[in-house]
């Protein structure tokens, strides 16, 4: 089992070896390591949104190119997600991910439960952080979503759903797949 352990000389700090990137541009870096290239990206937070009051809970109809690219849909059912940014907690980005994709803006008494963060794959060292966000109405403020002012965004929307209808979606990736699983364990389905 030694292949799978972790050696702590091998731990570097990415930022300060510029000498191990082959490919960079603004979305991702390739670098090489230990004999491995992969991406470096950022590390990426996937909300899930159930409103107690009204038991309903927000998804997205979103258009993903690399999605589009293989399976030629326009539109894919995801979570409300996000890039990390540098310096960025956590908890900040699904708040700012939730008023640009969902127009929610949260109260401060809101509390976060980050259940679980995993690699996204083999071939990149970024990593998913699921959040899981059930809410009561005073607990946030509806206002007009932001966007992040792609195009890509622009033309995407995000949907209100009764829960009665969980088992009759058809998640596009695994995260969403796993924010959903979450939900109905939470729920007793």
């Not at 990415?14 to 390739?30: C, G, H, I, M």
């Not at 952080?129 to 607990?139: A, K, R």
Request: hydrophobic share 35%; with cysteine.
């Amino acid at each position: 089992m030694k292949k799978f352990s972790s050696n702590k000389d091998e731990i570097v700090d990415k930022t300060q070896d510029e000498s191990r990137v082959v490919y960079k541009n603004k979305y991702l870096t390739v670098v090489e390591f230990n004999n491995w290239s992969f991406i470096d990206e950022w590390d990426s937070v996937v909300v899930l949104p159930f409103f107690i009051d009204s038991n309903e809970f927000l998804l997205r109809s979103e258009y993903i190119s690399p999605f589009k690219y293989r399976d030629s849909a326009d539109f894919h059912l995801t979570c409300i997600s996000g890039s990390v940014e540098p310096g960025e907690s956590i908890e900040a980005c699904a708040a700012r991910e939730l008023v640009e994709e969902a127009g929610i803006k949260l109260k401060d008494n809101v509390v976060f439960e980050v259940f679980d963060t995993l690699y996204k794959a083999k071939n990149t060292s970024s990593q998913f952080h699921f959040v899981f966000l059930p809410l009561y109405d005073y607990q946030y403020d509806d206002v007009v979503a932001t966007t992040d002012g792609t195009k890509y965004e622009e033309v995407s929307k995000t949907i209100k759903l009764r829960v009665s209808s969980i088992n009759s979606l058809s998640p596009a990736d695994t995260s969403t797949r796993i924010l959903i699983e979450y939900l109905k364990k939470y729920l007793n389905m």
